[in-house]
């Protein structure tokens, strides 16, 4: 049973544009929903993260949108680089608990 | 900065064999997990653990045991290794009930 669930698997964008990756929870009792970013031969790293007491968090080009009552919640990158190439995961948690994490999205940013 | 390091970047076993993952992180943290990555699946939980000694089923432990002898060390271990634990080996480290958790680069194994 996948307690977090993540699209698209995979996200083609022109460098200057907007990647937009969707995750869904179940579990109300989630209090931390991370973004990982991990490039090949690496593991994944920390990107933002929200609590769900905020709608939106922004860093840099990266923003989280949290929509509660949806259970929902996006990371949009704007302007997206080359560089950006990576694959994300979203991760839900109760604080000090396990992490849950969708199954991925592979972006490439086409030059 | 936190250091997460995985003792091999490449394995290739046979069937069968006895397999040691090994994982050292250099902060101290308490809790330490082992995920599996697998393209499709993203990553799966295996086992962790909160402290010396002591460890967790997560949600694939089948056919996986760990060891936590020392509070920095957290091995993961595959009593006969088969086919279908060809995959992606990823420890983690996380310290109480802070935010971050910090991946090590990854083991990738191959079982023939």
């Known amino acids: 049973q996948q307690q977090v669930k993540q699209s698209p698997q995979s996200l083609i964008v022109q460098k200057g544009g907007i990647s937009i990756i969707n995750c869904a929870y179940e579990n109300t009792a989630f209090d931390y929903f991370p973004w990982y970013q991990q490039f090949p031969g690496k593991g994944p790293a920390l990107l933002i993260a929200i609590r769900p007491d905020v709608s939106e968090k922004k860093e840099g080009r990266f923003t989280i949108s949290f929509n509660k009552s949806a259970k929902q919640f996006s990371l949009h990158i704007m302007d997206s680089q080359p560089g950006d190439s990576a694959t994300y995961f979203c991760?839900?948690?109760?604080?000090?608990?396990?992490?849950?994490f969708g199954t991925g999205t592979s972006l490439t940013v086409i030059p | 900065d936190v250091k997460v390091t995985q003792s091999s970047r490449y394995l290739v076993k046979r069937t069968g064999e006895k397999v040691f993952l090994e994982c050292v992180q250099d902060m101290d943290h308490e809790n330490m997990f082992w995920y599996r990555q697998d393209p499709g699946l993203g990553l799966r939980l295996i086992y962790f653990s909160y402290d010396v000694k002591m460890k967790e089923k997560g949600d694939i432990p089948e056919g996986y045991s760990v060891s936590r002898e020392k509070k920095e060390r957290f091995s993961l271990i595959l009593e006969s290794a088969s086919t279908n634990q060809t995959s992606m080996y990823l420890c983690a480290s996380i310290q109480g009930s802070a935010e971050t958790q910090y991946f090590g680069p990854g083991t990738r194994l191959l079982v023939l």
């Open positions: 991760a839900a948690s109760v604080t000090g608990n396990q992490f849950y």
